[in-house]
């Protein structure tokens, strides 16, 4: 077989993933560290990194703001070459993970935000479309974590019971 049919029909060796509702093709991503071993001028222990992500779970912060400030501020590349453990089965373990998934919470919070600025600007048609993607994202991603059982087989999303959730 070729080595294009191989790759998921993507150009031989390029990143060929395109847009959910556009034509085009998007060109931002990250860049892992090259190596998948811990760095040997990391000073910080797994069990210190362990701690700094309950404290700032508890201060309120998101996983992937965790992880940036893991980053930036203690020079932790990556917290699962460490730790042997993603942030978010730190604080599954810990028991201070967040009712809802990260990616999920960051939807809702974005078509709330929508459907106040709809209310005070009705025929803003670009904001209503943009509701209308928002909120099938919203439902595309429940009924997945629905089937992985990250979620409960009876949520359903109902943006006035939403709101309440968010504020």
Known sequence: MDKTVQEGLSYAGGNNMSRLYSRKKGKAGRTRPPK???PSWL?????????LVLKNAKAG???SQIGILLRDSYGVPEVRNVTGKKITQILVE???APPLPEDLFSLIK???QSRKHLESNHKDMTAKRGLQLTESKIRRLAK????TEKLASDWKYDPEKVKLLVS
């Open 144 to 147: 997945y974590y629905k089937r």
């Open 43 to 51: 000073t910080v222990k797994p069990k210190e990194v362990e701690l």
């Open 36 to 38: 998948a071993d811990v």
């Open 110 to 112: 974005k078509a709330v």
């Open 94 to 96: 810990k028991e201070v």
């Open 61 to 63: 912060l998101s996983a």
